[in-house]
């Protein structure tokens, strides 16, 4: 799979996101891991999770922890597999999602992340996402210490303007490596971020890549116009939508979640898939 660049590292172009695996809805362990595998085997090598993906609340980073153990049991060489987490969300167990962005709550959070996570530094850290009782300048400047003190390798903001981020990569000294924000054929307000990231060289993570591609009805002519580019190719609308989210800059890394091998093997294949550029504008019009 052709590579693209987080910080001073390359990662397969096309990320997995483990939310889930974990969340309402969850299947069974063994088909998760089973997927990850599979991920791994197709050459993906950015794996993104939090310490809020989980159901229960009692099993605050469920999605940490599997995660972790899917890799240990892979095998193969995983030397080269940036695991990236994040924290700053809470899930009180009643299926709503709550903040807490303040230092020292971020501080404990990265503890108990790299507990789960059974490493010395975490690859990528992200402030989950703004805490409007706290100042965003304090959050990320939690992120900040943790990367002085040497307890995360790379860090990342998530759910993110224009605004944050340039105010993070000050904050930051100019180490902002990551934005993750929602960017999809049906949700396309990110669109000036992803344009940020590419003017600065930091990596975009869209998130909910495939946003709702798989059902026509909440696409409208929109998914018909999706559908029809991938009938051109005889490959998936989902194929489509990752392979024109990749075309958008050079920086986007899509993290599709995905709980099956299927699933995971079809995205991959959108690194590959190459799209005209007739074909990048019908979808940009559509």
Known sequence: MQTR?????????IGLGGMPMSIEGRPDEARSISAVHAALDAGVTLIDTADAYHRDANEVGHNESLIARAVAEYGGDTSDVLIATKGGHLRPGDGSWTLNGSPEYLKKACDASL??????????????????????????GAIRDLLDAGKIRFAGISNADPDRIRQANEILGGRLVSVQNQFSPAFRS???????????????????????????GELGSR???????????????????????????????????????ETIRDSVAAAELKLSAEELTRLDAA
């Open 115 to 140: 507990k789960r996570l059974g490493v010395e530094a975490i690859g990528l850290y992200q402030f989950h996402r703004p805490d409007p009782k706290v100042p965003y300048g304090e959050s990320v």
């Open 5 to 13: 660049a987080i910080g001073d590292v390359r990662v397969g172009a």
């Open 190 to 216: 990110s669109e000036p971020e992803l344009e940020l990231c590419a003017e600065l060289g930091i990596a975009f993570l869209p998130w909910s890549p495939l946003g709702g591609i798989s059902k026509a």
């Open 223 to 261: 998914f018909a116009v999706f559908a029809d580019v991938a009938g051109e190719h005889g490959v998936s609308p989902q194929q489509v939508s990752l392979a024109w989210t990749l075309a958008k800059a050079p920086v986007v890394i899509p993290i599709p979640g995905s709980t099956r091998p």
